[in-house]
DNA sequence: AAGGCGGGGCA
DNA sequence: TGCCCAGCCTT
């Protein structure tokens, strides 16, 4: 009996002349022309790319990573930046402790390795807010060392081209193996890319384009038509739904008192509105949290907003703080100092619901 | 091994 | 509204 993994050489070379002619375009891969010319990307903006890509998807990357790039456009001037200019630049992109990392990795990389980003695996892996998958993604696509990376696209092409039907992520391991079988000697970066790219455009998580895949022969999955239910996934469990109140004041001044979070912990390091404790919904709803004496003055609607574990609702308080007025948490940002953009999308949520009272 | 940790797009 | 999805880190 044939298996599919005897012939790894057919496969890939079919998919290299797939990318070769369908390779999306991204703001961090280097032109099909230059790349033949023996070109390799920055592995700066490789790894830039990566931390932002994970659980995130391009379309949201994209702005975000010229952003970056045009603001600090090496490494070196990237460890050089403020954290707090770094965790405003990252607002809205999520996942805030890739933020943290970035900044933690980028000084790494100057301090210990001359700035200049490890061409090897096992270094990579060392870093800050790089596992697997990041170290395998910089190792082959910026250094062409042959790595398998296995995202979520890759495990999607691998149980459908095999059909796996047992549950993630269990299964991991096994899909693992089956990716590194197909990884070859010969452009491992490009190959990467090719397969993620397979994954994003055509073998898609629903109604998979079948019909155009370059491995439409040899594919399992579509063979027996269970392409559209694979990979199977253990089920999660719901989200419960919590409740609090933050605080949105203004001084006279125009100044508005925000506080920068724990460094620790959900949305860790952003700029937040003051507020009470997250309580589940059912239990009290906590009455602390106000930052300074005044009139606070209950807003009608209130902000609904879902995080990776559970949802919030958060009612919205306002004041005109007098300029005599002593906070007891927070600090002071004057007005033209304050972007509503530097905030987590559920504190500039908040804003939006409070600015129209003020 | 399991849980914490965002946000946007879609039906 | 609920469901889907492009990892890493801590405990």
New binding site residues.
Partial sequence: MRDLTDAPKDLNAALLDWYDVHARKMPWRVSPEARKAGERPDPYRVWMSEVM????????VRDYFHRFTSRWPTVRDLAAAEDAEVMGEWA??????RAR?LLKCARTVVADHDGRFPADHAALLKL????????AAIASIAFDLRHTVL???VE?VMARLHDVHAPLPAVKPDLMALAEILTPTERPGDYAQAVMDL??TICT?KSPACGICPWRAPCRARARGTAPDLPR?TPKK?KPTRQGIVFIGQRTDGAWLLETRPET???GGMLGWPGSEWVDSGSALSETGAPAEAPWDALPAEV??????F?LILEVRVARLDSAVTPTRGTFVPAQGFRPSDL???MRKAFDLARAHF
């Fill in positions: 890509l994970q659980q995130t998807t391009v379309a949201a809205g992109l999520g996942y805030y402790a990392n800050p807010g790089i596992g697997p998958y990041t170290a995202d979520g696209n999607r994954g994003a998580p996934k719901a912990g959900l949305l609904r907003h879902t995080f990776t574990h949802h987590p999308t559920v």
